[in-house]
């Protein structure tokens, strides 16, 4: 596949992600109440949100999503921009296409140069060797390594992977860099088995990365005349259901997929999430608005989990953690038939 296919591969993606952006959204947070306490007993300027997870200002982040093209590389200088700004973590999207392409590497490597003290995250395959993934971390700088599951997307797509033989790679990738590896799926979510699995590969971070955001198998399938795997659109686990998951699981979780609100990223902290990631909605944002006003979005943010975390009695994430909640039946019925707590 020549450069030029590789990035307008990229292009097509911000496109198609922000095109269904309208009609997604089901991750399953309409699903968790968080019960209501009349007598809080606490206030807004008595509520810490930080430090959460890698000693992060805050408890969401910028997940993955671009570089690799002209136009990705000028949304990845914004987003940096934007978190160096506001002090939140960001991660680039896949660098496989630079380590293949070197003349690539400035659109993500444009992340550091514009944001030269914040927490970045390089973003690889499974498939990459330790060598490759040391070589995304210098190309950025990086912090810490995301490591994307994304069986679907390569099966979805015709010139995709079909070997997925990965577990042995990400052990040797999680004993052979010098920064933590987060093992994130793109968007079908995860299962206890595969934490258990993960887990004894030596991985100590997972983000369960569920279904009801964007949704790869739709932006692949449309990418191409006749989607066969139209099929797939409510396959996987969602972002609420991979949590419940994951309860038990004994790793730092991190939770992306279909997160639309601060009182989501609320109600993924209190299933048991360490941090929360947005993607499309702050591509949808910068896209839409421009960067200035995705930058706004984003302090609202920080304004309003404080007050929503007074409101709620939870001086911090622990506490908040304490908060009681009840389920709709159809995830109850879910964590009932998978034997979940
Ligand atoms: C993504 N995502 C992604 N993830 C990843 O690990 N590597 C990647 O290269 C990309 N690329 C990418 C491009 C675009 C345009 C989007 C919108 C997303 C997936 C992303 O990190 C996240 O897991 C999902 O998008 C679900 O979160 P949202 O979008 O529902 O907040």
Not at 169 to 193: D, N, S
Request: aromatic share 6%; net charge negative.
């Amino acid at each position: 596949m020549s450069q030029s296919i590789q990035s307008h591969r990229k292009d097509e993606h911000v496109f198609l992600a922000e095109k269904f952006f309208q009609d997604q959204a089901a991750a399953g947070f309409e699903q968790v109440r968080l019960l209501h306490d009349p007598l809080p007993e606490t206030a807004v300027a008595d509520v810490l949100v930080a430090p959460g997870l890698f000693n992060w200002q805050w408890p969401f982040f910028i997940n993955a999503m671009t570089g690799g093209s002209k136009q990705t590389g000028v949304y990845n200088q914004q987003l940096a921009a934007i978190a160096a700004h506001t002090g939140l973590a960001m991660a680039t999207g896949s660098q496989a296409v630079a380590l293949k392409e070197p003349a690539l590497a400035p659109t993500f490597s444009i992340v550091r140069e514009t944001n030269p003290t914040g927490f970045l995250l390089a973003n690889i395959g499974a498939d990459k060797t330790v060598a490759q993934a040391q070589a995304a971390i210098a190309m950025i700088g990086a912090d810490a390594l995301e490591i994307h599951l994304n069986a679907v997307q390569e099966i979805v797509m015709p010139e995709g992977d079909r070997d997925f033989h990965w577990l042995t790679q990400i052990k040797a990738l999680v004993e052979g860099v010098a920064v933590p590896v987060i093992v994130k799926e793109v968007g079908f979510g995860m299962t206890r088995e595969a934490l258990a699995k993960l887990k004894t590969a030596g991985v100590r971070y997972v983000d369960v990365g569920g279904r009801g955001g964007t949704n790869f198998a739709r932006i692949e399938g449309v990418r191409r005349q006749g989607d066969q795997f139209a099929m797939l659109a409510d396959f996987g686990q969602s972002t609420v259901e991979s949590l419940l998951e994951a309860g038990a699981s004994g790793l730092t979780i991190l939770a992306t997929g279909g997160v639309r609100s601060p009182w989501d990223v609320l109600k993924a902290l209190r299933l048991g999430a360490s941090a929360v990631g947005i993607s499309g909605l702050a591509l949808h944002w910068l896209i839409q608005e421009g960067p200035a006003a995705a930058e706004a979005h984003i302090k609202q943010w920080q304004a309003m989990l404080p007050a929503l975390m007074a409101m709620l009695g939870a001086r911090d994430v622990k506490a908040l953690q304490n908060v009681p909640v009840v389920v709709a039946p159809a995830l109850a019925s879910y964590a009932q038939q998978r034997g979940l707590a």
